[in-house]
């Protein structure tokens, strides 16, 4: 009887395990045949792959390590991009991976096929510190987030600079001015801007312009989070065996630390309505972003996960493209000097928000900084469904490519502001100039904010902060004499920026 009943089991496992088989074959040459289908419907060629290990792809895998390592990781990808016509195929371990520096597949990615990709790949390693919110969530979620957040950056909030001069007292006060003494303006431009980022979201400044480096609890706690999160990314699938004690530490308090500006802005919510109701003409004080966020809803985690989304997306990003544009500025002297001329304008009054909008050099060294260094240089898309990129197929790089469900697909901001065919032989060079005669007007090809329905909400908030700051470094300070050797070299975290820092000596004007 026992040995019927083993000689059946087995029959079974036997049998169970060939259907199994059979079903992964059929599903994949199902797929496959679908695949074929779809892509020679669409007139769609094969891209060329950059592996010559053409399985794991762990040649390429070497080259990233080492190049991250030497910090020339975007330097080497621009190499990358010409030499494969600006579209290929990457293998990364089990991941085929599309990159592209092609405005039209930009384009189509982030707006006409915007439906057709997604970021939710993001969400597992953002979650424990943002929670779910504008920056890593997608469809209905998403709207929902955008909806809320937008309306609080209207032209009043962000015309509003009294915040910006109050801070700029703290910052000047942290910088020699004997036009010997060298002063880092990097790490500075990142307590700048944690200030005016909680001053804006929470309606009150962490102060770390006012502490010792010792002191700085929040901001340190996030910078660690910040990190952690880079490595959790880095680790692709396998981040999910990645245990960082400390950052669950830091996320906690960076979550506590919101947590308690949303009650605060859920209980004067609550109390103003009161006060409304018997005089509806009173006009509101001070524009805070938790309270408008109170206003439009009272769930505490939805408000906390917004908040904390809001301050990764705009903190980081402002402080680098301050640290870029002042590395570039204390570079070249001609252009610091032709700036501080522009500036003369005001005769010293502290500028207006028109005023700051109509300072035109300002704005052309500006959109430079972020041509030449885009504190978002890479991103990519998780393709939701089967679709196809218009261009980077077949040995001309000019057919239709298609790109399978799942797929990531990369694009590469950095290498395509380089471009000589969109920005001339010189485009390596920090030239203002090239956008001062207005004939310079890229559209797909300039993304610093990204483009389509997710772009960056706080473009205007942003280049009114680092507007305001180069203004008022232009009126202070007659030179800026740049400390560093060397030319610009990659740091490349969530953002990008200088590793060198930002090292100047300055003297007042
Ligand atoms: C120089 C400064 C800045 C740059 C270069 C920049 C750039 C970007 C880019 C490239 C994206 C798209 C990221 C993605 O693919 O998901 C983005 C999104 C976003 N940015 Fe900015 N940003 C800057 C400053 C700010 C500031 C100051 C704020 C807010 C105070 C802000 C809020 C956001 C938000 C909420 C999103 C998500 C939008 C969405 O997915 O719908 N950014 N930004």
């Known amino acids: 009887m026992q040995v019927y009943w083993d000689l059946h089991s087995t029959r079974f496992l036997v049998l169970a395990a060939a259907v199994l088989v059979i079903s992964f ?56 991009q010409r030499h494969f016509n600006y579209t290929f195929g990457l293998k990364e371990l089990l991941n085929n991976i599309i990159l592209t520096t092609e405005p039209e ?130 680790l692709g699938p396998f981040n999910r065996f990645y245990r960082d004690r ?9 979550r506590e630390f919101a947590q308690q500006f949303v009650e605060e802005a859920i209980h004067t919510v609550r109390s103003e309505k009161d006060v409304d109701s018997k005089d509806p003409e009173r006009k509101r004080q001070k524009y805070i972003f938790s309270h408008e966020l109170a206003r439009r809803t009272s769930e505490k985690r939805r408000i906390t996960d917004e908040l904390m989304n809001v301050l990764l997306a705009g903190r980081d990003t402002t402080a680098s493209m301050l640290s870029n544009l002042f590395f570039m500025l204390a570079k070249h002297p001609a ?9 003369t304008s005001l005769e010293g009054r502290l500028p207006t928000y028109e005023e700051l909008r109509g300072l035109k050099y300002l704005k052309c060294c500006m959109n430079e900084s972020l041509r030449l260094h885009p504190v978002v240089p890479l991103n990519d898309r998780e393709a939701l469904q089967d679709t196809v990129l218009p261009v980077g197929g077949g040995k001309d790089h000019l057919s239709p490519v298609f790109i399978p469900k799942g797929t990531i697909v990369g694009y590469n901001v950095y290498a395509m502001h380089r471009r000589t065919d969109f920005y001339g032989p010189d485009a390596e060079e920090f030239r203002p100039e090239r956008w001062e005669d207005g004939r310079l007007q890229p559209r797909w090809e300039y993304l610093p904010f990204n483009g389509g329905p997710r772009i960056c909400v706080g473009q205007q908030y942003a280049l009114t902060e680092v507007g305001y700051v180069t203004t008022r470094m232009a009126q202070e300070f007659e030179t800026l004499e740049s400390c560093d050797p060397g030319p610009w070299e990659e740091s490349l975290t969530l953002t990008l920026c200088s590793r060198n820092g930002t090292k100047v000596c300055v003297r007042p004007a």
């Open 105 to 234: 597949n930009i384009k189509t990615i982030l707006s006409i096929n915007f439906k057709h990709y997604g970021i939710g790949h993001r969400l597992e390693v953002f979650e424990p510190l943002l929670g779910r919110g504008i920056f890593d969530t997608d469809g209905d979620q998403w709207a929902i987030s955008r909806a809320l957040i937008r309306p609080n950056f209207t032209r009043d909030q962000v015309a509003d600079l009294t915040s910006f001069e109050d801070l700029i007292q703290d910052f000047f006060a942290l910088i020699p001015r004997d036009g010997q003494t060298m002063v880092d303006l990097q790490p500075l431009f990142f307590r700048y801007t944690m200030d005016s980022a909680t001053e804006f979201l929470f309606g009150q400044s962490v102060g770390s312009l006012r502490m010792n480096e010792s002191d700085l609890g929040f901001s340190q706690a996030f910078n660690y989070s910040l990190q952690s999160i880079m490595v959790r990314g880095s």
């Open 25 to 80: 074959i059929f599903t994949r040459i199902h797929r496959f045949l679908k695949h074929r289908q779809f892509a020679r419907l669409h007139g769609c060629e094969p891209v060329t792959y950059c592996n010559y290990e053409p399985f794991l792809g762990l040649d390429r895998l070497y080259h990233f390590i080492r190049n991250r390592w030497d910090h020339n990781y975007l330097e080497t990808s621009c190499k990358f």
């Open 335 to 343: 252009v610091w000097a032709k700036l501080r001329k522009e500036v």
């Open 246 to 254: 400390k950052a669950e530490e830091c996320n906690r308090i960076c």
